[in-house]
């Protein structure tokens, strides 16, 4: 690792430094501010503190470790340049800046562009805090920083580990039937080719109050853990490669306030309560599974009102499991498709199971979904396949069963491949369609621009249908050949008592 320095200032108002450092004072027209000269090394192993006002390049990757502090006062601005970072891998970061004196971390390039700097990257368990900053031109990819220590692979191993750790945990639990209620559906996995301005690795806790991310690559800030954040207040995101925020559902948990025309994009599963923030740019879904782990249970999440909910192509939204329940509380959201030109069935849809008690949904809209098939319920009798007609789309909103505790009112089906709401068939359901009890003209729930319930409506197992006992033994596709060969026995009775 290249050359690396701590800032410093000379006297009261100095930076600690090297003896040999000179501090350089400017006249920037508006009083004085000071460039503060920076002691060689590659880390901060030690607390650290950069007054109030410092102006600092910082030429080569440089961490902190070893339990050190850096500590940044206000007004400060640090200016990276190409193949620089900040690495927090033992240690914290203190950023001290206000709203009429802000830190700035900007890019020391003459031209300013996405991708100057690497960013700042966080993999220590002690807690940080970013306050009255402005982190702009950075983009870097977290597999190319390399610990003090060296280690085998650097970041980059723990990187890997960690992403391969969350999709087993996450596929592995999809595996178990009844764990993830109706089967949740879509991608796990962060965002490829992301390149965040703030990246946390599992494990890293931080504090964002009054920042501004902008002028990055793909991802503003993208974390990886369960509970990334303390808190996260007035986070400002724009001027991005297209996402503003990659988590995983947990974490959006402590988040306060969200800004900018920047989508949030969560993933992975929510065990406990939660309520959301408003995200006016919208949260983009690539996969939510919600449910408690405890039997006794629910975990139970709350949308912010008029909340815009796009779900990646495939995905779904999957509330409540056969062990612990989880529900959903919406008013007045719409829940739509991520696709560049949305179409009927580019989503799963709503999927609820059995404990999803204390759901409301309320005044919403579910469109374009009905991605996938209905599942076929179990059936007994003949083996003799029939040609069957193409199966039917699931419906918008599906359920394993009706719930006292369970409330759809005034919403809006529209524009969907399948039915507005309906009963899951994957075991002995009924099929995809006869929601009774929620499509009642008493609760204002409106269905548009789709099939109806009793045009998909799955046929209910043979074993069960009022049938002679001889009937309930024969195929489908051969009860045509059954009235044949009667009609045949009858016509040789016929000709043999006219022969008589």
């Known amino acids: 690792m290249g050359r690396l320095f701590v800032l410093a200032l000379v006297g009261a108002s100095a930076c600690k430094r090297a003896p040999e450092a000179k501090p350089l004072t400017l006249d920037d027209g508006k009083g004085k501010t000071h460039e503060c000269k920076l002691v060689a090394g590659g880390r901060i192993q030690q607390d650290t503190a950069i007054e109030a006002a410092c102006q600092v390049t910082i030429a080569e990757p440089y961490t902190v470790t070893k339990g050190a ?277 580019d989503w799963s849809g709503l999927r609820f199971s059995r404990r999803a008690a204390g759901t409301r949904i309320d005044g919403c809209v579910v469109e374009h979904s009905g991605h996938g098939e209905v599942s076929k319920p179990i059936t007994f009798g003949s083996t003799t396949k029939a040609k069957e007609a193409p199966p039917p789309k699931p419906a918008a909103l599906q359920v394993d069963e009706w719930l006292k505790d369970f409330q759809v009112v005034r919403t809006t089906f529209r524009n969907n491949a399948g039915p507005g709401m309906g009963k899951d068939a994957s075991l002995f359901g009924s099929g995809s369609g006869g929601c009774e009890g929620l499509d009642a003209p008493k609760n204002d729930n409106k269905s548009v621009g789709q099939p109806s319930a009793s045009t998909t409506r799955l046929s209910p197992p043979r074993w069960a249908a009022r049938t002679s006992p001889q009937r309930q033994h024969v195929g489908q596709g051969n009860r045509r050949q059954l009235r044949l060969r009667r009609a045949r026995a009858l016509g040789h009775r016929g000709r043999g008592r006219r022969q008589g």
């Open 69 to 345: 502090t850096l500590r940044i006062g206000s007004g400060s601005r640090l200016a990276f340049k190409k193949g620089a970072y900040l690495l927090v891998q033992d240690g914290a970061l203190i950023v001290e800046g206000t709203k009429e004196a802000p830190v700035v971390m900007t890019s020391a390039e003459a031209k300013p562009a996405t991708g100057d700097w690497g960013g700042l990257l966080f993999a220590s368990d002690k807690p940080s805090s970013i306050a009255g900053a402005v982190v702009e031109y950075a983009s870097g990819d977290p597999g190319n920083a390399k610990l003090a220590d060296g280690g085998d692979a650097g970041v980059s191993a723990k990187v890997a580990k960690a992403a391969a750790l969350a999709d087993a945990a996450e596929f592995g639990m999809i595996g178990l039937i009844g764990f993830g209620g109706s089967g949740p559906r879509g991608d796990f996995r962060p965002v490829a080719g992301r390149k965040p301005s703030l990246y946390l690795l599992p494990g890293a806790r931080l504090t964002l109050t009054d920042v501004t991310v902008r002028h990055g690559g793909k991802v503003g800030v993208a974390a990886d853990g369960d509970d990334p954040f303390v808190r996260v207040e007035k986070l400002h995101l724009e001027d991005l490669g297209g996402i503003g925020m990659d988590v995983r559902a947990s974490a959006l948990g402590k988040v306060v306030s969200i800004s900018g025309p920047e989508p949030v994009r969560v993933r992975g599963s929510l065990h406990e309560s939660q309520t959301w923030p408003k995200i006016e740019a919208g949260l983009l879904v690539a996969s939510l599974d919600v449910h408690a782990k405890d039997k006794e249970q629910v975990a139970l999440l709350t949308l912010a009102v008029e909340q815009i909910v796009r779900v990646e192509p495939g995905a779904n939204l999957s509330f409540g499991g056969y062990v612990g329940g989880g529900g959903l509380v919406a008013s007045k959201a719409i829940f739509t498709s991520a696709a560049p030109k949305p179409a009927a069935g």
